[in-house]
């Protein structure tokens, strides 16, 4: 036999020897396969959902008088502390009308001094043949009308002083200052809109709308792990990275949205300072929200690439005592692209086909061989 000939088969007998995914029992026998036992883990059912981060208190700075804006007093995008100064209007007229109100109560507590006594003389007369009653009663009238223009003075000075204070505008709370909305030199009030905003920073709220039926169906899921309130929640960042604190579900809203038939629910999470002075969480940046069960449970699980899926279901192969192939319908609960949460359809120890799924028939026999075990979930979604 010429080698041109001899070459093909011994390319053949080579690929045949090294593949076992190709070769047959001898004299055609059945197809080898990889089989795994269907085993419980104990995993922690997570369910992932997008969500939006919301500030848990927000505020607009807005100037409460009239007058020139005259100072800026911060950084924009800083952090500032409740009470921290940020911005001074012009106080000088304000000044001066703190200063003409002081005047007008000395005058006025002036004016009361002198009717006080008034009304005592007068009241002293009435004691003798010299006073008369009308006289008595004049004073007395004098005395209360210059009591109550004190009294008005005096509230007329605190109006200016609280005026006053208006110039001086201050965070009512910890948090982070964006960018300036009216520049320096300009006539701001209370119809100029807001100066700027404070957002504050830690804690943080995460809120996501959820489909009324999703929701049903993870009370279920987490029935034995108590309300929805006693879950764990992550959060996924826009890089992929699991963020490292960890918060909890705080509020599902009483009302469902009609137009769309979701939820909202809402957590709360840490958001402290890193070392580079930055927050990883923003006011309204798009997350993945992880919903994670408070405590693990066992489930039956499989390695997800033997579960197969046609027009009536997911379906598995599994190898009886005789090696004999049968299809088994199963129902999944929250699974991985790597492991598959069996609910209903399988028992623990049965043994499942998980490679060479191409070469199973039903009700046929099999070869198997055992796999390895693959490692443990460590959750399910």
Known sequence: MSSLVLRPLAVLA?????????????????????TMMASRQTITETSEINGRIQAIGRVELTARVNAYL????????????????????????????????????????????????????AEQLLKTSAGSQSTADNARAAQKTAAAQVRAAQAQLRQAEI????????????GRIGRVNITLGNVVGPASGPLASVVSQDPIYVTFPIPLKRLLLLREQFADQGSLEGLRVQLKLPNGRLYQETGRLQFVDISVARDTDTIMLRAVIPNPLLP?????????QLVRVVLESAKPREILAIPRAAVLTDQQGDYVYVVDDKDIVRQRRVKLGQSTPDTAAIVDGLKEGEHIVVEGLHRVRPNAPVAPSPLPPRPTAASVR
């Open 14 to 34: 080579v690929l045949l020897s090294a593949s076992p995914a190709l070769a047959q029992m001898p004299g055609g026998g059945p197809p080898a396969v990889g």
């Open 70 to 121: 005259h100072e800026q007093l911060f950084v924009e995008g800083a952090e500032v502390q409740k009470g921290q100064l940020l911005f001074r209007l012009e106080q000088g007229p304000f000044q001066a009308d703190v200063e003409a109100k002081r005047a007008a109560v000395a005058q006025s507590e002036a004016q009361l001094d002198y009717a006080n006594l008034a009304l005592s003389r």
């Open 163 to 174: 005026n006053l204070d208006y110039t001086e505008i201050k965070s009512p709370i910890d």
């Open 276 to 284: 580079s002075g930055d927050r990883e969480l923003t006011h309204d």
